[in-house]
């Protein structure tokens, strides 16, 4: 057998040890369902703004604590404490992905993405007279 | 209905130009593809008409739209997307190519202007290659068509589809004006874009991601004729080429990032990020694998995979980006416009014809005739290639979930921070490669003395030793695994220099390897030090401790500025003085101070962050970086107030004797005595009217005193009438309203100004050590790989 042979045997070996590990170091995305069975584990849960309840954010008091209330796909609806600044024009957001865990009765979540409107709200044609005219 | 200020002819010439463009390349295609099996002299004069035409409809098409960008027709639904009356000129560009249809059109652009340089210079590939090439661009074309075929729309068209034709717009009341056309202004760009590294970037990627086609039609064309070594020689340099192009593109990507994005980093390992960055990796292993089989001949088959591999790499990066697959997990990927299907077809098309041409082949690979020593320079490069192609797979494994939970319905996502998540699973990689960049140069093709290599790789050893231990201990590094790439990373600049000024003896001749590699060491050595020693200096000011929470929460990275406050941050003092308004940007003026030797704070510069508002597309925060040689300092805005507070004035009556006090919110005010005498103060009064004035002593919240005194005024005795006074700075107006002759009391109301709200900022800032390293190696990296291009095309 050559050196090259042994080589790729290496390689094959570390790419299936490396799709094993990071199948089993991923994360997953859930439900507040699932998050709150298993608090303290790491979850991705992805929901939409309540604008009806406040939202509270002091950040005099402390600019990296950001709280609201998220229903998730399933409409249980939680509250979460964001542990960063508030997002620029988050009350425009469409829908939300949280990463964090839950703990207590809250969603502590350390990372948020946010899906704002896309590209084709309905009736966005600006009628305005432009500048040239 | 009619619409006069429609310009139809514009998009029907762009659509004949489309036609054209894809017929031409069906026409390429078949033809050279005939030329092939027959070797008829006929066939390849087609292909040739086939290709010419087919380049000079995509110019056409590439003008037209450009055209219509800078002329605004609006009526068509692309340009009215992507651009609008306000824009400035010089990010017309980044409008031509913001949505996929002009994305695909610059890319096809691409392959274009690199076929026609080949077709003149492939001489006897010319049918084989130019036919893969026109295949290529037969299915990036089908993308361009923007036909209905039974219900099925086949790619998207810019040119044909109106804004007033389109589904989603066709039903406004806009459309019921003839003369909309004179009304209408475009959504304009995406606030991201508008910025000078997006007018650079995407070309400069998509003309990266087009060079892989050229060692690809080769590795194809070597395939279908068998000369499984041959197609080698002529790839070569355009592999490299490849390199120094898509290097240049991705870095420029984490540049822009850096510059105007605010996630606080240069490399956020975001999906499309990611997607750029493999097909890269790829071609490095690809071009390398090559270098070995010219001097020594390698494993055919590795040659094959990483070379075919790369670009279907580039084909699954462009449907990572353009079928929505990534979803909520990217940022900045494009929205849906119903292609995935044929992105797929195309992808698995390329992606099947060369598994089947490898594995058809397979038997007839040459073998290698000798065993490789262990010593030897090409196995060492074997398995660098290698290693390139393991970190590309772990990559795309991962950035690939999405996908995977499409497909199988799971629910994968990365773990705890992306960009921990991935410099975890990399470091190792960058570890090993960079041992081997180091000691490659210095090893023999065949078989290596090995005292010779130990005695060579000394002095580099020893001068790489020595900077590992000083940065680690100025630093403070104690990771291990930081020290053990610290190391290997500056062995794997010093060695390559080493080996330039003794070996080369500094001549250009021969040198780009070494330059390359003295780029990828500093690259990663910069890489490494930014990253792991960069530090948030903008700490929370709260006394509420959110770490006790986990170890996840102990994010305190933001500041709360309030207007004119000092407060210390790192090494410096900070104060934010106000805010500029300036058409859709807010400027945040921070001024940054150090004490000086007399102990007083003394300005050292003022840092600009700022919000670009867009009503449309949403506000975004960009940084403002203050470079110095050996570091940056990174901030931006995380949240400021957008909207003043619109708090309303109070008023309220008091019925006080005198010797009473009124309290105010920001002051309070002592009613010390009557004033009978003011009939002489007061000019309107006449002779029969009485007046009465109210003395008071009002302190405000600095305590500076101030005098008031409103006046109570019966005219003729009879009519009632009041003159208020009032304190400005205080925000304090106060009139004498009445007299109560029963209580001895006397009635006043006090309007009081809502107290002046103070503006505030909550930041963020970063210090990134030794970024300058990074971008320096960058620089190098891509020199040395044109040098080796230049070097290749020098010696034919």
């Keep these: 057998m050559k050196k090259t042979h042994i080589a790729l045997i290496v390689v094959i070996a570390i790419l299936i040890g490396a799709m094993i590990t990071a199948i089993n170091d991923s994360s997953s995305y859930a439900d507040f369902a699932e998050a709150f069975d298993n608090p303290e584990a790491e979850f991705h849960v992805v929901g939409k703004l309540n604008r009806d309840k406040d939202m509270t954010y002091d950040p005099q008091n402390n600019p990296d604590e950001f709280m609201f209330y998220m229903m998730d796909m399933n409409n249980r609806e939680q509250k979460v404490v964001l542990h960063k600044s508030k997002p620029q024009d988050f009350e425009r957001s469409e829908q939300i992905v949280l990463i964090g865990q839950a703990k207590g009765d809250a969603f502590h979540a350390h990372e948020i993405l946010m899906k704002c409107p896309s590209k084709y709200t309905e009736g966005e044609v600006t009628a305005e007279a432009s500048t040239n005219t | 209905m009619i619409y006069p200020g429609e310009n139809l002819v514009i998009g029907q010439i762009g659509n004949i130009f489309t036609v054209v463009a894809f017929a031409g ?53 692309y340009i009215w997307q992507h651009s609008n009356t306000e824009m400035p000129m010089k990010y017309i560009f980044s409008c031509f190519w913001e949505g996929i249809e002009g994305s695909f059109m610059i890319w096809t652009f691409w392959h274009v202007i690199l076929g026609l340089i080949l077709y003149r210079s492939v001489r006897e590939w010319e049918a084989p290659v130019m036919s893969v090439i026109s295949a290529v661009q037969f299915f990036m074309l089908s993308m361009l068509l923007g036909v209905v075929f039974f219900d099925y729309k086949l790619g998207s ?85 490849g390199i120094g192009v898509l290097g240049i593109g991705v870095l420029m990507g984490g540049a822009w990032a850096y510059e105007s994005l605010s996630f ?62 990534l979803g909520d997990t990217s940022v900045h990927s494009f929205t849906d416009l119903g292609m995935t299907g044929q992105l797929v077809v195309s992808l698995l098309f ?118 590992t231990i000083s940065i680690a201990i100025i630093m403070e590094m104690r990771n291990p695994i930081y020290i053990s790439l610290l190391f290997t990373s500056s062995l794997a600049a010093t060695s390559n220099t080493a080996y330039w000024i003794l070996f080369l003896k500094g001549k250009m001749k021969a040198a780009s390897a070494s330059i390359a590699h003295i780029g990828f060491g500093l690259l990663l050595l910069g890489v490494l030090i930014s990253t792991t020693q960069s530090e948030v200096i903008s700490s929370n000011t709260s006394l509420y401790d959110i770490s ?87 901030t931006h805005i995380s949240y400021a107030e957008l909207e003043d507070r619109d708090e309303k004035a109070t008023s309220e009556e008091h019925s006080i004797g005198i010797g009473d006090t009124i309290f105010t919110k920001t002051s309070f005010m002592i009613f010390d005595s009557l004033d009978r005498k003011a009939t002489e103060k007061f000019t309107g009064i006449g002779a029969n009217d009485l007046a009465i004035g109210a003395h008071f002593t009002l302190y405000d919240v600095n305590t500076q005193a101030h005098e008031l005194t409103p006046l109570f005024v019966l005219q003729n005795r009879e009519f009632p009438m009041t003159v208020s006074d009032s304190i400005p700075e205080a925000g304090i107006r106060l009139s004498f309203e009445g007299i109560d002759p029963e209580k001895e009391s006397f ?20 210090v990134f050590p030794g970024i300058n390293i990074l971008w320096i190696g960058c620089i190098i990296m891509g020199l040395g790989s044109f040098l080796a291009v230049w070097q290749r095309i020098r010696r034919k």
């Design chain 2, 25 to 77: 390349s069906f026409l390429s295609m078949v033809a050279y593809f005939m030329a092939e099996k027959t070797q008829d002299e006929g066939y390849l004069r087609l292909g040739r008409i086939g290709f010419l035409t087919h380049s000079l409809a995509v110019v056409g098409m590439v003008s037209t739209l450009f055209f219509m960008i800078f002329n605004q027709y609006f009526e068509y639904h």
């Design chain 2, 157 to 241: 068209n810019p040119f044909t589809m109106l804004l007033r034709e389109h589904p989603d717009f066709s039903a406004l009341p806009i459309f019921e004006n003839p003369n909309y056309t004179d009304a209408i202004d475009g959504r304009g760009l995406n606030p991201l874009l508008q910025n000078y590294w997006m007018v650079i970037h995407p070309p400069f990627v998509l003309f990266g991601y087009a060079t892989a086609i050229i060692p690809f039609a080769y590795a194809i064309a070597g395939l279908l004729r068998k000369q499984f070594i041959e197609w080698v020689k002529p790839a070569l340099s355009w592999t490299f080429f």
């Design chain 2, 264 to 325: 606080g980093g240069f490399w956020a390992w975001d999906p499309v990020e990611n997607a750029s960055l493999v097909p890269w990796l790829t071609m490095v292993g690809a071009g390398h694998l090559m270098l070995i089989q010219r001097k020594k001949g390698v494993s055919v088959f590795s040659l094959f995979l990483l070379t075919t591999i790369t670009f279907c790499l580039v084909q699954y990066a462009s449907f990572l980006t353009k079928s929505g697959v």
């Design chain 2, 350 to 467: 390329f992606c099947f014809l060369s598994i089947y041409l490898i594995a058809v082949n397979f038997k007839k690979f040459p073998s290698q005739e000798s065993e490789e020593s262990i010593t030897s320079r090409e196995f060492w490069m074997f398995v660098s290639s290698l290693i390139m192609f393991v970190a590309a797979f772990i990559i795309s494994f991962s950035t690939s979930f999405p996908v995977i939970n499409k497909l199988f319905g799971t629910n994968l996502a990365t773990s705890g921070e992306r960009i921990d998540y991935y410099n975890q699973w990399i470091t190792p990689f960058a570890i090993i490669t960079a041992l081997l960049l180091a000691i490659g140069q210095f090893l023999k093709y065949t078989k290596t003395d090995m005292k010779m290599f130990w005695k060579n790789l000394a002095i580099s050893g020893l001068v790489s030793a020595t900077i």
């Design chain 2, 548 to 634: 006790v929470l986990g170890d996840d929460f102990s994010n305190n990275e933001n500041i709360l500025l309030m207007q004119d406050d000092t407060l210390i941050m790192g090494d410096f003092f900070v104060s934010y003085r106000g805010k500029k308004e300036e058409d859709n940007f807010i400027h945040y003026e921070v001024e940054y101070m150090q004490p000086n030797k007399e102990g007083k704070l003394e300005k050292q510069f003022t840092l600009y962050p700022f919000l670009q508002l867009n009503p449309r597309m949403g506000n975004v925060a960009e940084p403002y970086t203050k470079h110095y040689l050996h570091k940056d300092i990174y």
């Design chain 2, 747 to 766: 009635n006043f109301r006090v309007v009081e100004e809502a107290p002046k709200f103070n503006d505030f900022i909550v930041m963020k800032a970063i």
